[in-house]
C-alpha cells in the first residue's frame, strides 16, 4: 500500500520557522516524477505551494512563498521536507504532501501574530 504522512506542523508565531516532513511508505520516492506540497486555509481552495522534480532536484515555488519556503528532498531517508522560514498569519493552513496523485493525510499549521 502506498501512502504519504506528513509531520512537523505545529503553532508558531509570526517571523518563525517549522520544518515540515513527508515520509513514503510502500514505493520509495524515486519512483515519483513531481512531489509537492499544498496547502488548505480554512473557507479556501487547496492551493499549490512547492514541488520538486524528484529525480534532478529541480524546484518550484508559488511566488507567497518564494524566498521564504524551501522544498528539499533525502533520497537516504526517502523524505521530501518543507523548510519554511519568516512564517506570516497568512500561511496558516493544512498541509498536504501529494506525488502522482496521491495525498497524505495533512498537517497543521498555525501561524499567530
Known amino acids: 500500500q502506498v501512502r504519504l504522512v506528513e509531520s512537523g506542523g505545529g503553532l508558531v508565531q509570526a517571523g518563525g520557522s517549522l520544518r515540515l516532513s513527508c515520509a513514503a511508505s510502500g514505493r520509495p520516492f524515486t519512483w515519483y516524477e513531481m512531489v509537492g506540497w499544498y496547502r488548505q486555509a480554512p473557507g479556501k481552495e487547496q492551493e499549490f505551494v512547492a514541488r520538486?522534480?524528484?529525480?534532478?532536484?529541480?524546484?518550484h515555488y508559488a511566488d507567497p512563498v518564494k524566498g521564504r519556503f524551501t522544498i528539499s528532498r533525502d533520497n537516504a531517508k526517502n523524505t521530501v521536507t518543507l523548510q519554511m522560514n519568516s512564517l506570516k498569519p497568512e500561511d496558516t493552513a493544512i498541509y498536504y504532501c501529494?506525488?502522482?496523485?496521491?495525498r497524505g493525510q495533512g498537517t497543521q499549521v498555525t501561524v499567530s501574530s
Open positions: 501529494s506525488a502522482n496523485g496521491i
Open positions: 520538486i522534480a524528484y529525480n534532478n532536484g529541480i524546484t
